[in-house]
């Protein structure tokens, strides 16, 4: 999952960004709101996580901006703020949760994924496709009953083609929401981040990663004539 981190607080963003890199998110970092504005515009983010007192447009302006567009990327707001008018003010605008600073990241971890969990896409936490199980919470995968490791990497990418199971992914829709802005996009990441994938999904194993030429990749338990053995 891809998420957009607007914080003029330069310490601050990299702490967020940091963690929740480890934990398998792909972080944007913007410091004022104007930029977030043009980066939501840009990028399909599964998250925003905003700061109300930001440089050249505050957090609540750049809220109500997103909704008035039509976005409906789930936002947590931050702020110093504790006031109840302050709460409101960032609600009424859009926002779909709110942290107050200082915030444990823990806390800010449980809700990100809650916000998640609400978008009809993102809501089952575990995911089956024939007999490959993800349990997303645990960031864990078995086939047969028989545990799968994966680097987090792995992990997500896995996760989101069977967020879209039986759907054709492209390259580019993969890149968009499993690596962040540092991506090359000139790499063959996609490519070997699949190969990966079915060297420990598949091997010795009916396919469920398949290839559509020209198209994409599709993640099923059902024959794909079209599918090829490598990436």
Same mark, same amino acid.
């Given at each position: ?10 310490? %601050? ?17 913007? =410091?004022?709101?104007?930029?977030? +504005? /043009? ?7 599964? =998250? ?6 930001? #440089? ?5 302006? +750049?809220?109500?901006?997103? !909704?008035?567009? *039509?976005?409906? +990327? #789930? ?19 859009? $926002?779909?949760?709110? %942290?107050?600073?200082?915030?444990? %990241?823990?806390?800010?971890?449980? !809700?990100?994924? $809650? ?12 995911? /089956? ?14 086939? =047969?009953?028989? #545990?799968?490791?994966?680097? /987090? ?8 083609? $069977?967020?879209?199971?039986? !759907?054709?992914?492209? !390259? =580019? ?13 000139? /790499? ?8 990966? %994938? ?5 091997? *010795?194993?009916? #396919? ?24």
């Amino acid at each position: 999952m891809r998420l957009l981190v607007v914080e003029d607080d330069t310490r %601050l963003a990299d702490l967020l960004a940091r963690s929740l890199r480890e934990s398998g998110y792909a972080v944007d970092v913007v =410091g004022d709101g104007d930029t977030a +504005v /043009t980066q939501a515009a840009v990028n399909d983010y599964d =998250g925003v996580i905003l700061d109300i007192q930001l #440089p050249r447009r505050d957090g609540l302006s +750049v809220c109500r901006e997103l !909704r008035d567009r *039509g976005n409906p +990327v #789930p936002i947590l707001m931050l702020t110093a703020r504790d006031a109840v008018h302050d709460r409101i003010a960032g609600l009424d605008a859009g $926002a779909d949760d709110y %942290l107050t600073k200082p915030f444990d %990241l823990q806390e800010l971890h449980a !809700r990100v994924r $809650a916000l998640l969990r609400r978008m009809p896409a993102m809501a089952p936490s575990r995911l /089956t496709i024939g007999d490959l199980v993800i349990d997303v919470a645990a960031q864990s995968v078995t086939r =047969g009953g028989m #545990p799968i490791l994966l680097t /987090t990497k792995e992990f997500v990418m896995l996760e989101y083609l $069977a967020r879209n199971a039986g !759907r054709v992914v492209g !390259r =580019g829709e993969i890149v968009a929401h499993v690596w962040d802005d540092n991506h090359d996009p000139l /790499t063959n990441a996609v490519e070997v981040y699949i190969n990966r %994938l079915r060297k420990k999904i598949d091997a *010795g194993r009916t #396919p469920l990663i398949h290839t559509r030429r020209g198209a994409g990749y599709v993640l099923s338990d059902r024959v794909e004539p079209e599918s090829a053995s490598r990436a």
